[in-house]
């Protein structure tokens, strides 16, 4: 699974350190003083690295939770971000963590523990509802096995009634989830695109049938469940293609059960979607025409607001337009 294993000397003592390497003894194990020795050394290839990536074990410092960009989330509520890793197991071409990092290898922080006195911390200093969302730099649940992030946080959040998680992913890791009692204040968003964008460009993705799978019975279990449609790319035939996955979706899943459901376009900053396509200037969906506004990439599209519409009222024909947002 990993080529190498980096481990921080200040987490090396560590239980939760000592239990993980004792699952992998068979892969290389190396000591550093600190993880951005590794991660953020320059002359990196991210597209080489990611066929064999080592996992780095980890302290992380400074603010461990972070308020979430405008525009992001499913509610007004105060809202933020943690991130228990950095880069995601999938390799999708159109995911800013490309451009974001200069290594693909995998950065698992394991002082948990921190991250919980931080959420607890701004629960307690809020008056009103908190949410917090988990996967804005990693995938929460693709690597559960080796990170156990169900295993702490769940119990966390079951003593935190006033605050919601978001476990955003598109992984089918849900063995945790199914072996917890549901929490109400959990929600598991699944991320999707229209099946000929899947195969495009969500490479190592599970399929759209078995992520629905995993869905269902969550959905089933009584877990909170959400869907992402995102990032939109709008060509000439989008609006049948996402017809097409509407219906399976809804065939599996029960609309009216659905905590929520966003939409959301491909864009990122121009700096990181500069150096994507460095990395894969062969990509086709790198070469199309691009706007640049407020130091952010988008896809032209001259009839973006027109296609979004006219998505919406696909979407609206499975649920209602309450349960519904825009990603920002």
Known sequence: M??????????????????????????????????????????????????????????????????????????????????????????CRYCFLQGMYRSANYVLFTNYEDFGAAITATVAESENRTVFYSGYDCDSLALEPVSNFCEYFLPLLGKLPTATLEIRSKSTQIRKLLDTEPLANCVVAMSFTDQLSTDSWEHKVPSIAKRLESLKKLQQAGWPIALRFEPLVF??????????????????????????????????????????????????????????????TSLMCDTEEECLQALEKSLFEFISSKQYYRCA
Do not use: W
């Open 235 to 296: 060509d000439e035939s989008y609006l049948e293609r996402y017809q097409v996955l509407f219906k399976e979706v809804f065939t599996s899943l029960d609309g009216d059960l659905i905590h929520s459901v966003s939409t959301g376009m491909f864009r990122m900053p121009i700096d990181f979607h500069k150096k994507i396509v460095k990395l894969y200037p062969d990509e086709p969906l790198l070469a199309r025409d691009t706007v640049q506004t407020d130091g952010m």
């Open 2 to 91: 990993f080529s190498a294993i980096y481990i921080e000397e200040e987490v090396a003592r560590s239980d939760r350190v000592l239990q993980l390497l004792e699952r992998f003894s068979d892969v290389p194990q190396i000591s550093c003083e600190r993880y951005g020795q590794i991660f953020n050394r320059s002359g990196q290839n991210f597209r080489l690295q990611k066929k064999a990536p080592a996992l780095i074990l980890a302290k992380k410092y400074g603010n461990l939770v972070l308020p979430v960009p405008d525009g992001y989330g499913f509610n007004q509520d105060r809202s933020y971000y943690f991130s228990h890793m950095m880069n995601c197991v999938y390799d």
